[in-house]
Each structure stands twice: as C-alpha cells, then as structure tokens.
C-alpha cells in the first residue's frame, strides 16, 4: 500500500514538476513575441485587422499584418520616419516612429471610414528642393526626389448639413525647421529658421504647419467650400537665405479631407 502510494505521490511530483516547466517556458516564449510582434486593431471593437498594408515608404520597407492583426518591423530605424497603415474601409493612419518607438510593441488603432471623407493623398510626398542640412529634422530620412515646393490636389466633397463641419487632416510630417520646430528641439540648426508651411484651400490661405508630429487638423471656413475643391500646400523658405531661395525640404504623408458633426461635441 505504502508503496503504491509512494509511486503515485512521485508521479504526481513528476507531473506537476512538469507542468511547472511548461509553464515558465510559455513565458518566455510569450514575451519573446510581444517584443517583435505590432498589431493593428479596429479602434472602435479593439479587433484585429488582417491584411492591412504597413509601410516605412522613406525606408522603401513594406509589411502585411497577419489573421491575428500582427506585423513585425524588419528594418533599422535610426532616425524619425513615418509609417503609413492601409486598409480598405477604413481611414489611412500613419505615425510618425522613431528608432525608441519602434524597440517596443506597437498597437495600432485604425478607423472605419465614414460619409464624406475624402483621402487626398495617402502616399507620402517629398516637398522642398533637395538641399537640405544634414542636422535639419530628420534630415537621415530624407529619400527620393523632391516634388518641388508645392502640393495641389483638386477633390469633389459632399454638401456639408447645418451642424457639420469639414476640416483638412495631415496625418504626420517630419522635417519642418521653423522657428517653434526648432524652439520644441525637433532640429539641431543653430541659428537659421524658415517660414511655416502654409494650407491653401481654394486658393484661401487656412492654416499653418509650424511643428513636426501627427494628426494636426485645419478647419475649413464652410464659405470656401464647394462641389470641387482645391488644397494646396506650400512649403516655407529658409528666412536667413537671402542669395536664393531655400525651400525647407519637408516629409507629409496621409493627407485628409473630414466632415465632422459638431453636435456631437457640444454639451449644450
Ligand atoms: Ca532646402
């Protein structure tokens, strides 16, 4: 009796000895993935997206996610670069990483589309003259050729309702090196500044780009609106170049056009 316990208690040790192993190297195992694995979700149901297209466009470095939404970024990242997420039906979503950002994982909320948005560029443009400081703001980056100094895009929209509004998204730049870029410590150019880049819409003059980052939001004045419309970007100019013009050489990617429902951010 004694004995047949005995052998039972040593193979339960056996087992749970066992257990115990598999567990600890799940561990591992489950932490070694969530170091390479990114993953794309639905912002709004936190669900995976599969096959949504992830691009470093500056880095010539293109990606899928996966059936559980996952992607993992195979490409040395030394300075900022912007990467851009495609999916259909949903809005372009694009972030601007750098080397720190993408050492950890990311998860990436993307939005359905919804009426009357407009992508007018979700491929990332190159605005400037090519000639650029090597300590400009991420200047590393900088691939391509230029487009020149101007963006324009002609696009038809929808009539806006009494309570809508429309506004013009630029989903990430990098590069700018105006007066606030420089301020904030987005470059490394000791004295010299340019002007900010400026948003024309129909010929009207609407915002300003003055700093690097994402998502910055241009609201359109609704007179300037109609059925076909018109925006322009204008990149600034180095304001202490005064022999010739120097363009600041500026990245922009994942450029929107928006309607948004004011009510739904009033509480009055
Ligand atoms: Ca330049």
Redesign the pocket.
């Known amino acids: 009796m004694i004995k047949k316990l005995c052998i039972i208690l040593a193979l339960l040790m056996i087992c749970t000895s066992n257990i115990k192993a598999e567990v600890i190297s799940g561990k591992v195992n489950q932490n070694e993935m969530l170091k390479s694995k990114n993953k794309i979700v639905d912002s709004y149901t936190q669900k995976p997206v599969t096959g949504a297209a992830v691009s470093i466009p500056s880095l010539g470095y293109r990606t899928t996610s996966s059936s559980d939404g996952t992607f993992e970024l195979n490409t040395q990242i030394n300075d900022k670069a912007i990467l851009s997420v495609q999916k259909d039906g949903y809005r372009p979503f694009s972030l601007t990483i750098d080397e720190n950002i993408a050492s950890k994982p990311l998860k990436l909320g993307i939005e359905k589309s919804k009426m009357g948005d407009v992508t007018i560029e979700s491929e990332l443009c190159h605005l400037?003259?090519d000639?650029?400081s090597e300590t400009s703001a991420n200047s590393a980056e900088f691939k391509g050729k230029s487009a020149g100094a101007f963006f324009s895009k002609k696009f038809s929209t929808k009539t806006l309702r009494p309570n809508e509004e429309a506004v013009i998204i630029i989903g990430s730049v990098i590069g700018l090196d105006t007066k606030m870029a420089k301020e904030l410590g987005q470059n490394q150019i000791a004295y010299v500044y340019s002007s900010p880049t400026e948003i024309f819409f129909n010929g009207e003059k609407i915002g300003e780009l003055k700093i690097n980052g994402d998502n910055q939001e241009i609201s359109i004045p609704r007179q300037l609106l109609r059925d076909n419309n018109e925006l322009t970007i204008k990149t600034g100019r180095?304001l202490f170049q005064h022999a010739y013009i120097?363009?600041?050489?500026i990245e922009i990617a994942n450029i929107r056009f928006e309607i948004k429902d004011k009510t739904m951010f009033s509480y009055k």
Not at 246 to 249: E, I, V
């Open positions: 400037g003259d000639v650029y180095n120097d363009y600041d050489d």
